[in-house]
């Protein structure tokens, strides 16, 4: 059985940084492309950055200069790291790993459970 899990959220100053890390176990034949999201209180889950196998990277407008995302294909994890950070990054991120398992052929979306990243004085 495939898990994601997050890790690295918490409470930080306007200005400060964060390293958020997810890491894929289980039976995993391969993963496609990986991607950090965030959902804030009555707002939709938005998608932050994205990474592919090859390290090819797209970010959301608002975060872009700020938020680095990268990948260890050999620890199937994915990092994002936030430097700058502003109050209305306050949000729960979720990370997302678009993969093959030992069980199917084709690739499945599957999600961590989230970690809560709150910006404030």
């Known amino acids: 059985q495939v898990q994601l899990v997050e890790s690295g959220g918490g409470l930080v100053q306007p200005g400060g940084s964060l390293r958020l890390s997810c890491a894929a176990s289980?039976?995993?034949?391969?993963?496609?492309?990986m991607a950090w999201y965030r959902q804030a209180p009555g707002r939709q889950r938005t998608e932050v950055a994205r990474i592919t196998f090859g390290g090819s990277t797209n970010y959301m407008e608002s975060v872009k200069g700020r938020f680095t995302i990268s990948r260890d294909n050999t620890k199937n994890t994915v990092y994002l790291q936030m430097n700058s950070l502003k109050p209305e990054d306050t949000a729960v991120y979720y990370c997302?790993?678009?993969?093959?398992?030992?069980?199917?052929?084709?690739?499945?979306?599957?999600w961590g459970q989230g970690t809560q990243v709150t910006v404030s004085t």
């Open positions: 997302k790993a678009n993969l093959v398992d030992s069980g199917s052929y084709f690739p499945q979306d599957f």
């Open positions: 289980g039976k995993i034949f391969s993963i496609n492309d």
